[in-house]
């Protein structure tokens, strides 16, 4: 073996442990955020809450971040922060503590705050960090890093059965010391991806980059967003209310409750792997089509089912829809090159407001027409799959290249 050679497998594994880092990360972020929802039950029961209240509570987190996201995404595409992934950390950190100890309901939405602030600061600097140490494989890095997230969402509720349930509310606080180890690693990413950005700045400024026709890029991106919009608004539909669902619907007690959702998380990690690995082999346009438009007839099929074919509906629902995500961001960045951190926090952040502002209403939709009505509604929401129609082909991306 050749020393070019070793040294390249030598920082091919280097860069893929960061990616690992990184969904690492990831991964515990999301534990401690999905602790919010899991603990939904018995925080209704405790506080005396209603739909609504749960559904606000649900909009403080997703809107916080939702909003905040493309803004730190814009700002770190001009002025990289290396090691603002440690701080957003801290603040996730200061949420759990507020959450584990609030003894009314508006302390309750400052700690679901301060958790959504984690998120805006984390998620598109993490995306970018990932897509740099990718080595152009740029599905299999967004995969990565988004199953680690997956994971946590889905070992969440999971902790919240055998641990937040059992021993209370205060509980929630033993999950800052994932916090502090998250601030750890993190800090240690940062101090790689300083590195990278000192190496970078001294090699060749590159060619410039394809551009598409604007009016192409704006109507791929509104269906992007509207396709998001479709799998987020239905998966929230699952994480914040399939408790309740199957608690009435079935009478399976809150634990048994929390394992069926720890299904539904669990098999959407799996999607995830499946949808960024085939986006760079088959394209992320076509594993958009299969991933939101494939799942309708299971969608539609699920509240009218017992109670072992809601398991199993929800385990294909969780691997099929979950494949779409990593596709639509590695598809969003290909259309607007440049601007990694923005399109990253635009589509982390969209899927975080577009689920909390869910989450909201189907509360109170929940309030009015009961859980049963909630699902019937939203089991059409995949048809919006359609619009992977007006997203541009692998032609359409040649004739840009070529022209650049």
Known sequence: MSDTTAGKQAAQTATFAIILALSFSHMLNDIMQSLLAAIYPMLKTDFRLDFWQIGLLTMAFQVTASLLQPAVGLYTDRRPMPYSLAFGMGSTFVGLLVLAYAGQYWLLIVGACFIGFGSAVFHPEASRIARLASGGRFGMAQSVFQIGGNTGTAIGPLLAAFIVVPFGQASVAWFSVIALIGMAVLWHVGGWYSRERSAAAKRPAAGPAFRLPRRTVVIAILALIALTFSKHVYVVSLSSYYTFFVI???????????????????????????????????GARTVIWFSILGALPFTLALPHVGLTATAVLSVVIGVVMASAFPAIVVFAQELVPGRVGMIAGLFFGLAFGLAGLGAAVLGVVADLKGIGFVYMVCSFLPAIGLAAIFLPGRAAFAQATEAA
Not at 253 to 278: H, N
């Open 248 to 282: 009435e619907k079935f009478g399976v007690s809150v634990q048994a409750s929390l394992l069926l959702l720890f299904l539904f998380l669990g098999a959407s990690a799996v999607g995830l792997v499946l949808g960024g690995l085939l986006s760079d082999k088959i």
